[in-house]
């Protein structure tokens, strides 16, 4: 079993204009295994008061709904046995009012745990559906076997080892290209220009970055268009298994050459725990990262290491309603010791942690079992951080404009010392 955060399901928009990535994000924080040093605080216990019902229950009356619409409705035609399931299992889970415990299926928990480890196996491209309902090409990666195939953003891809792409979800289209290391897969595509050709791809293993030092439009520059080239500029999109590696990368050398750090932390929905807190040592000479509490109120506190390779150097954090999870735990870990000021929006608020079980259809439940305290003993759930410094819009909102992102230049002011006006204080959530 792993130890999850979850934050609700979303849909990460790039904030790349060249990059049109759609993915719903349904894990949110995976705990895999101790980080840092953790220490254990007993509390009262009060399972005594938990009542487990050992009393029979007969599901014969859903089996007889369910055969009863598939035989009767007037819509039976259209009906799926596996939705009728999956959607009676989420109509038990949602009676629970607990956002945190929750049912995902098969393939969106194998795309959510892939995205976790930092890669998958296929050829290394992104699609989406048309407007004319066609499988598109948005980008193949860089320095993938797609794009040595000749793959281009914009191709349509009619058919997958001779198989029509008609009436397919980008969901199954992904599925059928995707295969083991080293085999083949036959696309056959229809390029912008018209022509249409079978490009034959082997696949390979493919890394995921979850980090990125690219901003939004594609270099930093200040209000007035300035290029800025004494702070670093560093998005966090997950926290996966090589995120503190890849941060750490970039930290070390901005320490030393840099004058101020960016991490955006905007439209980030959680990850891994073990590398959250390790990213969090990162930038903490000790100090709590984080307080776990259970329903007999144990405590266990998640303390940072001693040292680490960006200790000085000034960092904003940006936030905004979609920063839920492991970079909540990292935006209060960073502030409440005094590492880091906090612009942008309102987070998330997901401060429960979760235990998953895979089920025997491939999907996996995920129930709460602990809560999660920031260093000053705040729990966030379902009201979030706030901001020292409110600025908006933020990438998720109509106005948003990528070459004239207020919240970056904001936070380019407040790293030269600019001054600025704070947000008026807020108060704090329940502990």
């Not at 901003?215 to 298994?241: C, H, S, W």
């Not at 259970?294 to 904003?316: E, K, S, W, Y």
């Not at 600025?391 to 790293?415: E, S």
């Amino acid at each position: 079993m792993q130890q999850t955060l979850r934050a609700a399901a979303w849909t990460i928009v790039a904030l790349l204009g060249s990059l049109l990535l759609a993915l719903t994000f349904t894990l949110g924080w995976v705990a895999s295994g101790d980080s840092g040093s953790a220490s254990v605080v007993q509390g009262n216990s009060n399972s005594d008061t938990v009542v487990n019902s050992d009393s029979e229950v007969d599901f014969s009356t859903l089996e007889d709904i369910v055969d009863a619409l598939l035989s009767e409705h007037l819509d039976r035609d259209n009906l799926d046995k596996q939705q009728l399931y999956e959607a009676a299992i989420r109509g038990m889970l949602n009676s629970l009012a607990d956002a945190g415990t929750y049912y995902i299926d098969p393939a969106t928990y194998a795309e959510a745990s892939e995205r976790l480890r930092g890669g998958f196996e296929g050829i290394g491209a992104s699609v989406q559906e048309d407007q004319n309902n066609q499988i598109v090409i948005v980008r193949p990666f860089d320095d993938s076997p797609a794009e040595a195939a000749g793959i281009k953003s914009g191709d349509v891809i009619l058919a997958v080892d001779g198989d029509p792409t008609d009436g397919w979800t980008p969901d199954q289209a992904v599925l059928r290209i995707r295969g083991p290391k080293d085999s083949t897969v036959t696309l056959t595509v229809k390029h912008l220009d018209g022509t249409t050709e079978d490009l034959s791809i082997i696949r390979d293993e493919i890394k995921l970055e979850s980090v990125t030092t690219t901003p939004p439009g594609g270099e930093l520059k200040d209000a007035a268009g300035n290029q800025v080239t004494d702070i670093q500029y560093m998005r966090i999109a997950e926290f996966a298994d090589r995120t503190p590696e890849e941060v750490a990368a970039v930290v070390t050398n901005a320490q030393q050459t840099k004058q101020g750090l960016i991490i955006d932390l905007r439209g980030n929905p959680g990850g891994l725990l073990r590398e959250t807190v390790e990213t969090a040592d990162l930038f903490l000479d000790g100090g709590v990262v984080l307080t776990e509490v259970d329903r007999d109120d144990n405590q266990t506190v998640h303390q940072a290491r001693a040292g680490g390779p960006a200790l000085t150097i000034p960092i904003v954090i940006l936030t905004d309603q979609f920063s839920a999870s492991g970079s909540e735990v990292l935006a209060a870990a960073l502030r409440d010791n005094g590492r880091a000021t906090i612009i942008g929006k309102q987070s998330f608020g997901k401060g429960t942690v979760n235990v998953s079980q895979q089920l025997d259809d491939g999907g996996a439940l995920f129930v709460t079992i602990r809560k999660w305290l920031t260093p000053k003993d705040v729990q966030i759930d379902g009201v979030g951080i706030t901001p020292d410094i409110e600025v908006t819009p933020g990438p998720f909102d109509p106005q948003y404009d990528p070459l004239q992102d207020g919240q970056i230049f904001r936070a380019i002011d407040f790293l030269r010392g600019v001054p600025v006006t704070p947000s008026p204080p807020q108060p704090a959530a329940t502990p």
